[in-house]
């Protein structure tokens, strides 16, 4: 998802004719891809003043159970709901489910957009 821009193609099927050229804030970047790993974060300029910070790589989850929270080594990635292939390259996204020090847990931040891992344990 580089361009973030209209589409080329009209509902129809027919192509558009682009009224002006691309802009900077339509530009997409790659996805982050945080695998389990040594930790290793990546500071990207967004809109604005703010920064993001994205996590390539981490083995640290913040697991949080009946209001407690604690920091948990993880394992690797048991399952992967937003693709088949990510849980065998132990990437780790939004909702995938992760083996940790504590248990099994479930995924509920963005490592992509906000540098670390929060789950929620299962067990």
């Known amino acids: 998802m580089k361009d973030q821009g209209r589409s080329t193609r009209k509902r ?4 558009l004719k682009h009224a002006s050229n691309k802009k900077r804030h339509q530009l997409g970047r790659e996805p982050a891809e ?3 790993g040594e930790t ?4 990207i300029d967004s809109r604005g003043t703010e920064s993001k910070v994205r996590a390539l790589s981490t083995n640290v989850a913040q697991v ?3 209001g407690e929270v604690s920091e ?3 394992e690797n990635v048991l399952d992967n709901p937003s693709n088949v292939n990510y ?3 132990n990437i780790i996204t939004k909702g995938a ?3 940790t020090s504590a248990g099994r847990a479930r995924v509920t931040s963005r490592p992509g957009q906000s540098g ?3 789950a929620v344990l299962l067990d």
């Open 40 to 43: 290793r974060v990546q500071y």
């Open 34 to 36: 945080t695998t389990v």
């Open 116 to 118: 670390q891992v929060n």
């Open 97 to 99: 489910i992760i083996e």
């Open 64 to 66: 949080a159970q009946d």
């Open 72 to 74: 948990a080594e993880i």
């Open 12 to 15: 129809t099927g027919g192509r």
């Open 87 to 89: 849980a065998r390259r």
